[in-house]
């Protein structure tokens, strides 16, 4: 097995990983780590197969994506706690109630 079968096996994984959490949990704090998680998987396909291909496209790519989810925390944590401040809602479940 080659390194880059080896890193594309690891990242799908990390990707799995991301995936059960986002769909088995509950908490909207949790689910945003698991978000976050998916798209590490993602980051380390994209310099894998760079790597591989022997270009820089999926570096530069992948640094976007990283710029972008951190912005993505930052709104979607913000959000969470002012979900908790306003109505006491901690969980996933329990915010489809915010529409009353």
Do not use: P, W
Not at 3 to 11: D, F, G, R
Not at 44 to 49: A, D, F, N, P, R
């Amino acid at each position: 097995m080659t390194i880059e079968k080896a890193y594309i096996l690891l990242s799908i994984l990390i990707f799995l990983i991301g995936l059960f959490g986002v769909i088995v949990r509950k908490n909207l704090i949790t689910i945003l780590v698991s978000t976050e998680i998916m798209l590490n998987g993602v980051n380390l396909t994209l310099v894998t197969v760079d790597k591989y291909l022997g270009k820089v496209d999926g570096q530069i790519f992948s640094l976007f994506i990283l710029t972008v989810a951190a912005a993505e925390v930052a709104v979607g944590l913000g959000l969470v706690i002012s979900i908790f401040r306003l109505k006491g809602y901690e969980g996933s479940s329990e915010t489809v109630h915010l529409r009353d």
